[in-house]
């Protein structure tokens, strides 16, 4: 979709084209720069870098070659009830962040490796149905157990703690401070203090914080490497202007035309483009990644208004709410009536637990079926796609008259 011709694809500035120009000349690496030689892992014994497999590389690998990462394919990003492959799963988004942001990265001299596998993982435990789905199953486990359930906290656990990958701190770290929804004019890195024995240490205290108490503490997390604060600005950079997109083909909007934008643009190839280089022209050289005044205003407008005219208008939420609502819940209690009976022929035992046996390397000291069973119950839930979450109600409650009518790619035919 055009966007306003009043509003341009911006350029570099021209006096930080040259400066960019003029360190590649002469190979001047950027001393902010996450090197791999730096990278900490839990078991440091295990996953040692060589030439052709450096730190972060393995890291990528891992989360690609985890079986749970084909899952992205059938995740809802924001329209669930949709048969059109040209609307947005969260495969395609996170392929998204990862190329926006190791673009910037480039640019700026960053460890573009630790880029993508932040990129990469940071919505793997992310809920079917998208973030309604996250606000469900988060009120069900908070009920049952006093703990906040959210997809970035998440997204760790399914890599360090229930597949134990073995992932490096940093790419941990920039999974779990990747969120979004919580936008910064600046970002500077937040180094982990004291030995680096007690990194970890630290890790796992802001995990067990988020865990208690939910979007306050992670509305303080900042990412302690600069690549993966771009990769935080970028899951927005990546998802304003494709809703949108989506948004046109789902019906729900026309156009561009309603959205405000004094720097930006209204579409996503001009917002993808005009973001990039405010970044770079307002970072490169730093040590923090920073927004202009000016496009910091226009980022949260633009994310106001999508908020406004799509994620809360009564085409996506009413039939989540009416229908998915209710489902998680009684989803929710007869898992955990299986794991509470300790069910080995139950669908959460043969689907969820022996995988996670047949998928996990080493398991340390305690293992995964003696997890506390609400958080079994909602690693299993997190974990499904959108038509497996369907299927297995369908499954369990036959009779049940709560039934998703989705959208055909022919309901524009008379």
């Known amino acids: 979709m055009a966007d306003s011709g009043k509003r341009l694809y911006k350029k570099l500035l021209p006096e930080i084209q040259e400066q960019i120009e003029d360190d590649r000349a002469h190979c001047r690496v950027n001393p902010y720069r996450c090197d791999d030689s730096i990278a900490v892992r839990r078991n440091p014994d295990r996953d040692r870098s060589n030439l052709w497999r450096p730190a972060f590389v393995r890291d990528t690998e891992k989360i690609l070659h985890l079986p749970v990462y084909n899952r992205y394919a059938d995740k809802t990003q924001v329209f669930s009830f949709y048969k059109n492959d040209d609307i947005t799963r969260r495969a395609l988004h996170v392929q998204l962040v990862s190329r926006i942001a190791r673009s910037i990265g480039s640019v700026l001299g960053l460890n573009t490796d630790l880029i993508e596998a932040a990129s990469l993982g ?24 006093g703990i906040y359930f959210n997809h970035n906290i998440h997204s760790a656990r399914v890599l360090d703690t229930i597949f134990k990958r073995n992932m490096t701190l940093q790419s941990l770290d920039g999974i779990i401070c990747h969120n979004g929804e919580f936008e910064l004019q600046e970002y500077r890195p937040r180094a982990y203090s004291g030995p680096e024995s007690s990194w970890f240490e630290q890790f796992d205290a802001y995990m067990d914080d988020c865990d208690r108490n939910g979007e306050e503490a992670i509305k303080k997390l900042v990412p302690c490497t600069l690549e993966t604060c771009v990769v935080r600005v970028c899951d927005m950079i990546a998802y304003i202007g494709k809703d949108r997109q989506d948004a046109m083909t789902a019906h729900i909007i026309d156009d561009c035309s309603d959205f405000s934008s004094d720097e930006i643009g209204t579409a996503n190839a001009m917002i993808i483009n005009n973001l990039t280089v405010d970044i770079i022209n307002n970072s490169y050289g730093k ?6 005044p000016e496009y910091f205003n226009d980022l949260k407008t633009a994310k106001k208004e999508n908020y406004q005219k799509i994620y809360k208008t009564p085409a996506i939420e009413d039939e989540i709410n009416t229908i998915i609502k209710p489902m998680f819940s009684q ?3 007869r898992l955990l009536d299986d794991m509470t009976k300790q069910d080995e022929s139950s669908i959460i035992w043969k689907h969820h637990i022996n995988y996670v046996h047949q998928n996990t390397f080493w398991y340390g000291d305690v293992p995964y079926e003696k997890t506390e069973p609400n958080r079994i119950v909602a690693d299993y839930i997190a974990s499904m796609t959108d038509d497996y979450f369907i299927d297995l109600f369908t499954l369990l409650f036959p009779d049940s ?11 524009d035919i008379e």
């Open 287 to 292: 040590d923090y990644i920073k927004l202009s």
């Open 122 to 145: 940071h919505d793997i435990g992310h809920t079917p149905f998208g973030h309604a789905g996250e606000r469900f199953l988060s009120d069900l486990l908070h009920n049952e157990t």
């Open 331 to 333: 989803l929710y209690y």
């Open 401 to 411: 008259k709560l039934r998703v009518e989705y959208k055909s790619y022919f309901e």
